[in-house]
């Protein structure tokens, strides 16, 4: 559920506010849910936060588990994302989390020579509060198009959806803190949807991680991305050994 529920936040965090590489300041509310059969409850909640301070966007996302959640496998994660306004290429990513007393902080710091990337990537781990933070690096490199787990989905922002056919399928690379991986996001077609009893028209797609090895490191996660120029996932799946996982949008503000 860990990962799943990582990876939902990311699509989530990286999905929103984008107009031909001119997005604007805003703050968005996800509600994350469980289901299981009867079983329906809000098991978290997502907050994103964008702002551009001329030179840069700077993207952060703050997501936790609820009360009830927390006895089970509490979860606090922070991602940062640091992206060039010219053609939102990468600069800087990190992911700080807190999860069932674990502590982490991974750093990966871009530089690009031709067409290819290079990530330099800092993993800080501490298992609990008691015992000592190490520290490891690891240098990642990939050709062609490659981004973070963050900033990977304000590039489909600019995805022409209207003229793409059902089965279209996108490709490129991503550096986490310890590893490549390779994202395909294939076109699912139109749909409408009701979600917190709202209409949305949307464009349904779904997103497939797989390592260097060439196993799916998570099982198929399904969005429905607004078909207006806001683009703004609506609705976000993912299923786990037993139930599923629901990011919602909803226009409702935390307390």
């Not at 907050?47 to 030179?55: D, H, M, Q, R």
């Amino acid at each position: 559920m860990r990962k799943l529920f990582f990876i939902i936040l990311t699509i989530i965090g990286s999905l929103t506010s984008f107009k031909s590489h001119s997005m604007n300041d805003e703050v968005l509310n996800y509600k994350v849910t469980y289901k299981w059969g009867l079983i329906n409850s809000q098991a978290g909640r997502a907050t994103l936060s964008l702002s551009n301070n001329g030179a840069q966007y700077n993207a952060l996302m703050v997501a936790r588990t609820e009360p009830w959640a927390d006895r089970i496998f509490p979860i606090r994660d922070t991602l940062i994302s640091q992206m060039r306004i010219t053609d939102l290429s990468p600069i800087r990513y990190d992911k700080i989390a807190h999860e069932n007393g674990d502590f982490s902080h991974d750093i990966v710091k871009y530089s690009l020579n031709g067409d290819t990337y290079t990530g330099h990537c800092t993993r800080i781990r501490q298992k609990a509060k008691d015992k000592p933070r190490t520290q490891s690096s690891i240098t990642l490199s990939a050709k062609g198009h490659t981004v973070d787990m963050l900033s990977v989905f304000y590039h489909l922002r600019s995805l022409d959806f209207k003229s793409m056919k059902q089965g279209d399928k996108v490709t490129m690379s991503i550096f986490s803190g310890k590893e490549k991986e390779k994202l395909d996001i294939t076109f699912k077609g139109a749909k409408s949807i009701t979600n917190d009893n709202i209409a949305y028209d949307t464009y349904h797609v779904s997103f497939v991680f797989t390592s260097h090895n060439g196993k799916k490191s998570s099982d198929d996660i399904d969005a429905w991305i607004s078909s207006d120029n806001r683009r703004i996932p609506i609705r976000i799946e993912g299923q786990l050994p037993i139930g599923k996982i629901c990011c919602l949008y909803t226009t409702k503000k935390f307390d």
